[in-house]
């Protein structure tokens, strides 16, 4: 429902497999996820498809007005991609990620400023 604030002519992508130009005016608002030609891979979805990904969205969208979420492989440099949840955690702790959520849970480091 957003997806056409931010892209040029997108339309509806839940398996990740189109790529619009992200437009002039939002790009600085998402860098993380605009590649070097100023396009970007996404992913919409709906409440109905995913209501708990769908109320992340909506909620990080309330603090920062932007509603968009990098969807990316989670490992850090040099190591595999996490598979459990223990090694989420972990990972999050040696990463610089300011939050991880896992299911209904919510990790924050202290020094965060969400």
């Given at each position: 429902e957003?997806?056409?604030?931010w ?11 189109f790529v619009?130009e ?10 993380a996820?605009?590649h ?6 996404i992913?919409t ?13 909506k909620?990080?969208?309330a603090?920062t007005?932007?509603?968009?979420l990098?969807n990316t ?14 090694d989420a955690?972990?990972?999050?702790w ?5 939050a ?9 480091k202290a020094w965060?400023?969400?």
């Amino acid at each position: 429902e957003e997806a056409d604030k931010w892209f040029t002519d997108a339309g509806e992508s839940p398996f990740m497999l189109f790529v619009y130009e992200v437009l002039p005016e939002k790009a600085e608002l998402i860098p993380a996820v605009q590649h070097i030609d100023g396009t970007a891979r996404i992913q919409t979805i709906n409440r109905e498809q995913h209501p708990l990904y769908y109320d992340l969205i909506k909620a990080f969208q309330a603090r920062t007005d932007v509603p968009i979420l990098v969807n990316t492989s989670f490992n850090t440099r040099g190591e595999p991609i996490v598979c459990t949840p223990r090694d989420a955690i972990e990972c999050f702790w040696t990463s610089p990620l300011d939050a991880l959520v896992i299911g209904p849970f919510l990790l924050e480091k202290a020094w965060s400023n969400l």
